[in-house]
């Protein structure tokens, strides 16, 4: 079992900033890779970001390159996502995901990869 419990979440003008953090437990945080989705009302959950369990690669959904960072901290057992030049297209909830399985074959998008998810944390960009 792991527990992922997300925070930073909040309301921020266009073209502001915020840095969502997920804290995990419950298995060795490096043996996972993780992935942050989103979900805004009457929408699917939706890729956006994922990261290997070195960190070594990373993954964008387009929408969001160049704009969100993913990065993790092994040994703080922490998994963040910096969003920059927010947009209210960004508005929704966002999820931390967990697998203790490697990527393979660009699998890193499906929501279905991950076993474990985090309870969401709002995220509300304001024009």
């Known amino acids: 079992q792991v527990q992922l419990v997300e925070s930073g979440g909040g309301l921020v003008q266009a073209g502001g900033s915020l840095r969502l953090s997920c804290a995990a437990s419950g298995r060795t945080f490096s043996s996972c890779s993780m992935g942050w989705f989103r979900q805004a009302p009457g929408k699917e959950r939706e890729f956006v970001a994922a990261?290997?369990?070195?960190?070594?690669?990373?993954y964008y959904e387009d929408s969001v390159k160049g704009r969100f960072t993913i990065s993790r901290d092994n040994a703080k057992n922490t998994v963040s996502l910096q969003m920059n030049s927010l947009e209210p297209e960004d508005t929704a909830v966002y999820y931390c995901?967990?697998?203790?399985?490697?990527?393979?074959?660009?699998?890193?998008?499906?929501?279905?990869?991950?076993?474990?998810w985090g309870q969401g944390t709002q995220v509300t960009v304001s024009s």
């Open positions: 990261i290997s369990r070195t960190g070594y690669s990373t």
């Open positions: 995901a967990a697998t203790p399985l490697a990527y393979y074959n660009g699998d890193y998008y499906r929501p279905n990869k991950y076993d474990y």
